[in-house]
């Protein structure tokens, strides 16, 4: 069994940093791309940033230059420093993993996501 577990959310304000984690754990044979994504009150989930098993990054457009993704293969983690935070960066915050498991199968796992509330 897979599991995907984040960190490190929290209250922040604007201005501040919060640097998410995101382990993969459990029957893992491979792990291909991870990444990030959020979803705010009444708003679809959107994405943040992807990393792939070979280091090549995606951002959204309107993150580039304050967040940046990075991944510790070694530990199957990957994190999101998140900087210059403003209030509509308040959202829910979702890793993913696109993972072989044990069974050999390919497939999307999700965390159960990190709240993340900037505000003064």
């Known amino acids: 069994q897979v599991q995907v577990v984040e960190s490190g959310g929290g209250l922040v304000q604007p201005g501040g940093s919060l640097r998410l984690s995101c382990v993969a754990s459990?029957?893992?044979?491979?792990?291909?791309?991870m990444g990030w994504y959020r979803q705010a009150p009444g708003k679809q989930r959107e994405l943040v940033a992807t990393i792939t098993n070979d280091g090549r990054m995606n951002y959204a457009d309107s993150l580039k230059g304050r967040f940046t993704i990075s991944r510790d293969y070694a530990k199957n983690t990957v994190y999101l420093q998140m900087n210059s935070l403003k209030p509509e960066d308040t959202a829910v915050y979702y890793c993913?993993?696109?993972?072989?498991?044990?069974?050999?199968?390919?497939?999307?796992?999700w965390g159960q996501g990190t709240q993340v509330t900037v505000s003064s």
């Open positions: 993913n993993g696109r993972i072989r498991s044990g069974s050999g199968i390919w497939s999307d796992y």
């Open positions: 459990g029957r893992i044979f491979n792990i291909g791309a």
